[in-house]
């Protein structure tokens, strides 16, 4: 008899619970990873649902895990379907007792998991779950999910105040594994995208060993944290934020493991502002996880999570292409939209200013945008990236009412000398520093004088000059 480890978004050894309960059982441990391909599949907006730099950065991560199981004497089964029609299969083939994973918190993951549950127990097997993916246990909330805040900081507050933090599991660092499986190849991207011809080089490495790389280089070798809270809003460069979230999102390092590395950090370096602001922010990842299972699918309803009916998103593709493609004439947009492009990545906030440009002066439906993220951001994180979507476009549950991004305002304060545009966008790096962000404002005359070859900008610019506050959607209704 065996048992197998489905793996998810939790491709890592570490803290991982579903494994560490597997040796419990002393069965040999068959390790699964199964690419589905409805992940792959492409949308009705015409791209795919996982872009090729998400495919390739999963890619590494299931290589990664897959030599760090072989270190430990094991292996990884690495199969391409559907895991409620594979599972099941291997559970005949292989006579598996028992399958330990993770739990999921968005419904296309618990409709796969309800399947998958009632195939195996048609065989007599249970299908256990384990929480994985978050700083604090569900059962250790001061609250039932069903009841979480519709506000964060009431939320963090509560939390605070009266939950712990799990210690890590520690997985042995050997475990058997059965003779004579046939453990498959890892797919090609061609496979997997078929519109897609070769693999790209990606800034962040995919898997457990540059996850915990980057904490050790992070944290310890650049003493980086001390001073988190005062660059965590800059947009430039590896090192002005943790970077985790890639890593986060695919469960390659544990959020509880990060906790523990950042009580050591305060014990043995500095204990400050910036130290907090990590787990601070670690909250708020939380946070979304229970929104989303307390919410649905709501978090992808054009109405969101406060469904609010009124809303008049536009249907504007011209406007959407242009956004995407990073030529809308407005540079700190722009440049943002070309760094998502070529490298996965966006700051916290290039996020918050490129989605309120679309929802707020665009007026083009938030899920568009919401859908891009989902294929380009090697970060990709169900709940993270909905949640927040839902809260730029004033559906979720933010608290201020019609939040809105004077892009002008934000371009002249976070990137004052214009650095962050010029590195993205060469088109504008002969220019003055003071004239980076004024470009959709100069006239004519300066564009020539100046030597401008650049999309004119698609809305009027000088309205963020006015003193006058902005008319956007007005999101005024209460939740149910
Ligand atoms: C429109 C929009 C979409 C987003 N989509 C995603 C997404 O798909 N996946 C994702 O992980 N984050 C998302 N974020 C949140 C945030 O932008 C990223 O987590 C952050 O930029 C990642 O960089 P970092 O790891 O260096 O963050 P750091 O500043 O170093 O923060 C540490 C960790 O805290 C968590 N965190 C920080 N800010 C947030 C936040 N606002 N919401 C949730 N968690 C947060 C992340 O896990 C992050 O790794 C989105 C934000 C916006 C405005």
Redesign the pocket.
Known sequence: MHTIVWFTNDLRVHDHEPLYRATLTKMPLIPVYIFDPRQFETQVLGFPKTGVLRTQFLLEAVADLRKQLQNSGSNLLIRVGKPEEILPQLVKELSVKGVFTSEVYASEEANIAQKLSNALAQEKVACKFFHTATLFHPDDLPFNIAQTPDVFTTFRHQVEKASKVRKTYVVPPTFRSPEGVIWGELPTIAELLPNEKSSPTLLYKGGESAALERLQVYFWEKDLLKV?KET?NEMLGLD???????W??LGCIS?RYIYEQVLAYEFRRTKNESTYW?IF??L??D??KWVSLKYGNRIFQEKGIKQLPQIPWKKNHAFFEKWKNGETGIPLIDANMQELWQTG????RG??N??SFLVKDLLVNWTW??AW??SQ?L???????W???N??AGVGNDPRENRYFNIYTQAKRYDSQGIYVKNWLPDLAHLPADKVHDVPILSDAEWHRLGIHYPKPLINARKWLSKEPFKTHKASKPFK
């Open positions: 988190y965590r002005y934020s943790s970077k985790f979230s890639v986060l999102a959020p990590l922010e670690l708020w990842r946070y979304f990545f966006m700051s916290n996020r918050q490129v989605a945008g919401a993220f989902e951001l970060d990709y994180d169900v709940c993270s990236n949640g927040n979507w809260y730029v």
